[in-house]
């Protein structure tokens, strides 16, 4: 049986953070038996230490970083962080569940993810200044910290406003825009292989639906979001509902 | 019968140009019957006009841009230009021939082909310069016309030298390691898909010929490269050997 590590909200059903959206997508897809475990941002460390779970990276001072997604599989005694890595694992140690890189794309699959993430550079402007509000008080404050840290001023000064909104708005949906023209290569079917999903779509679909649960579906920004590329972005995250039940 | 358009050097072969070595590659990997025409850089444009090969974009000014390469295929009367666009009509036109778009790639292909590209953005400044010495006098001239106006100085003021070539050769290097980052995922065979080449392989093995071809085999800058990677550049350029024919 696998636990699976995730960060709660207080928004319903808990789950909001991309990162770990990537791997409850993977485990849902790949049909591998497993129960959610919610730890709140200042219990991750201990948590991880307690499990076995290493450490992603280091902080700005060289002390370990921890980080969520993780995963303790009890049939292996394997534990590990990292939505990319726990993918790798699962498709090694589970080799017959569908393929989150099917023969061939492995490497192709990885480019993109660096691609995609490339994209995204405008948007967490306006999304993380949301984000802090839908935690719940201790993650509130340990998010609220450090990204303040991140971004070097406090979250409310973050977003833009008036004309640099537009503008920075617009560096958003061209960003997507470019997506949407990878995307629109396949031909057939709402993923990026066509019609069947890969860990690529669930990455791009993560990151869609953290803006959808963030901003709120009757948000402006979604709203707006939800006009581009033809509903492309709306349709991506309904293709993938089928593989975001909450267990 | 195709007719494809290519750009001579002073090289032995003559063929050099990166881009237009996507469609040698791409032509002999399918085995499509093919006879290569040799047109100087002042000659592309009105070459394009006679046989109707559309512009690929605009000049600074608003005129139309010209470039190579491009095709005219006898049994269809199209003529067009650009790699991809011409690899995708090959694709399409010749449906029972190899693949350059395995099914379900042609979106993560794309992906990899913009996210290819970023990796390169050191190398011009070494390239090019030497590029200009292997042309034939009338395409010299016009190239280091342009090519000056492009970098804003004379091409032989363009390579770093000193400390400053040790850092944007090191990031040239840097470029290549993400690339091969991707690659390693593939998990077996030199190509991007594994053992079967596809079209990344063509974009990435031009770029990689283009440079042993311009600073020559036994010039420092290919020996270094060649060293890079535990030679994977070498083995991916020696692999698409067999689809380098000059004909």
Redesign the interface.
Same mark, same amino acid.
């Not at 099917?102 to 993109?112: D, K, M, N, R, S």
């Given at each position: 049986m696998i636990t699976f590590y995730d960060i709660p909200s207080a928004l319903p059903g808990n789950a909001w953070s991309p990162n770990t959206w990537k791997t409850r997508y993977s485990l849902n897809y790949k049909e591998i038996p497993y129960k959610t475990e919610w730890v709140e941002y200042p219990d991750i460390e201990s948590l991880c230490k307690k499990v076995g779970i290493p450490p992603t990276s280091k902080k700005k001072n060289g002390a370990d970083h921890y980080t969520l997604p993780a995963i303790h599989d009890s049939s292996t005694g394997i534990a590990l962080a990292e939505s990319k890595l726990i993918a790798e694992y699962l498709e090694k140690t589970y080799p017959n569940t569908p393929k989150l890189f099917?023969? =061939?794309? #492995? @490497?192709?699959?990885? @480019?993109?993810l660096? !691609? *995609?993430s @490339?994209t995204l550079s405008a948007y967490w402007q306006f999304i993380l200044p949301v984000t802090t509000t839908r935690l719940n008080p201790p993650s509130e404050e340990y998010f609220t910290r450090t990204r303040t840290e991140l971004f070097g001023k406090p979250l409310k000064d973050v977003p833009p406003t008036g004309e640099e909104r537009v503008v920075e708005w617009k560096k958003l949906q061209d960003g997507f825009a470019?997506v949407n %023209?990878? *995307? #629109? %290569?396949? =031909?057939r079917g709402p993923f990026?292989? =066509?019609d069947?999903p890969s860990f !690529?779509d669930f990455v791009v679909g993560a990151f869609t639906l953290f803006g959808k649960l963030i901003f709120t579906e009757d948000s402006e920004e979604w709203k707006d979001i939800a006009s581009w590329n033809e509903g492309r972005w709306v349709k991506l995250v309904d293709s993938l509902e089928k593989y975001a039940q909450i267990v």
């Open positions: 099917p023969l =061939g794309t #492995e @490497a192709l699959q990885h @480019a993109f660096d !691609a *995609y @490339a470019v %023209k990878w *995307y #629109e %290569k396949n =031909g990026i292989m =066509g069947t !690529a």
